[in-house]
T-cell receptor, first 113, second 114 residues
Framework: GDSVTQMEGPVTLSEEACLTINCTYTATGYPSLFWYVQYPGEGLQLLLKATKADDKGSNKGFEATYRKETTSFHLEKGSVQVSDSAVYFCALRPRGSQGNLIFGKGTKLSVKP | NAGVTQTPKFQVLKTGQSMTLQCAQDMNHNSMYWYRQDPGMGLRLIYYSASEGTTDKGEVPNGYNVSRLNKREFSLRLESAAPSQTSVYFC?????????????FGPGTRLTVT
């Protein structure tokens, strides 16, 4: 079945460091891809999305590009801030589904001042 | 506009007790979902409702029942709680018919079963 694999954490970075969180997927057809963020004690919020190959999603300085050839959707940010500390989830929606999302296990990011 | 709301925020149950988790959305979304979140497991879909009047099983439905009371409300019931159901439960909603199917999440219910 469809699945999402993302790099295990936790990831600890200093402020202004570069961030990459790897995400690869297995799916039939062309799924939609998402990154969600969960701040401590809160629910998940959509960070960015891409619905077709070569689309680039971006928001709050984060970017991810839908790469069909490598089945990847890596999350990147050039300069992280302490306020970016959170858990990040990669997810896919299978094409033709009822809207169900399949999530990766999450990557916890801690940014130190 | 409150988005997705869930009650209660916290609950402690003894093994064998029952309870209902409530979820409501005010975005006029057709689809609603229940997930559980466990450490190192990500989120797993319990049940979903693609539209009012329909419900379907997700990845981990055993031990749960759901009711789509109306378009706004989608409840999750534990008939006889077990320690394995200790988890954080999230409700979500989304539009139907859109390619992106963005889901909006509630703040969660933290349930402990002793």
């Amino acid at each position: 079945g469809d699945s999402v694999t993302q790099m295990e954490g936790p990831v600890t970075l200093s402020e202004e460091a570069c961030l990459t969180i790897n995400c690869t997927y297995t799916a039939t057809g062309y799924p939609s891809l998402f990154w969600y963020v969960q701040y401590p004690g809160e629910g998940l919020q959509l960070l960015l999305k891409a619905t077709k190959a070569d689309d680039k999603g971006s928001n709050k300085g984060f970017e991810a590009t839908y790469r069909k050839e490598t089945t990847s959707f890596h999350l990147e940010k050039g300069s992280v801030q302490v306020s970016d500390s959170a858990v990040y989830f990669c997810a896919l929606r299978p094409r033709g589904s009822q809207g169900n999302l399949i999530f990766g296990k999450g990557t916890k990011l801690s940014v130190k001042p | 506009n409150a988005g997705v709301t869930q009650t209660p925020k916290f609950q402690v149950l003894k093994t064998g007790q029952s309870m209902t988790l409530q979820c409501a959305q005010d975005m006029n979304h057709n689809s609603m979902y229940w997930y559980r979140q466990d450490p190192g497991m990500g989120l797993r879909l319990i049940y979903y409702s693609a539209s009012e009047g329909t419900t379907d099983k997700g990845e981990v439905p055993n031990g749960y029942n759901v009711s789509r009371l109306n378009k706004r409300e989608f409840s999750l019931r534990l008939e006889s709680a077990a320690p394995s159901q200790t988890s954080v439960y999230f409700c979500a909603s989304s539009e139907a018919g859109l390619v992106s199917y963005e889901q909006y999440f509630g703040p969660g219910t933290r349930l402990t079963v002793t």
